[in-house]
Nanobody, 113 residues
């Protein structure tokens, strides 16, 4: 049974920093891509950042230069360092881990005021 647990969300002020963590358990296959998505009320879910098994990363334009995705393969964990947060970053953030399937976490709320 694969389980992803996100943590690190919270309510902060604009300009503050948060670090999201996502720990995966129960994986039995090699992990390929790990990513963060987010969804705000009334908006479609969007991809925020992705990192492949070689450490190559990609970001949506609105977070480039502010967010950094990283991973720890030994721990099956993925992180999202979020600096200089803006009110537009307010959303429910989900992590995903892709092996032969893609697994989703339950989400962690980030609120920026």
């Amino acid at each position: 049974h694969v389980q992803l647990v996100e943590s690190g969300g919270g309510s902060v002020q604009a300009g503050d920093t948060l670090r999201l963590s996502c720990a995966a358990s129960g994986l039995t296959s090699r992990t390929h891509c790990m990513a963060w998505f987010r969804q705000s009320p009334g908006k479609e879910r969007e991809g925020v950042a992705i990192i492949d098994s070689n450490g190559h990363t990609n970001y949506t334009d609105s977070v480039k230069g502010r967010f950094t995705i990283s991973r720890d393969n030994d721990k099956n964990a993925v992180y999202l360092q979020m600096n200089n947060l803006e009110s537009e970053d307010t959303a429910l953030y989900y992590c995903t881990v892709s092996t032969l399937m893609t697994y989703w976490g339950q989400g962690t709320q980030v609120t920026v005021s």
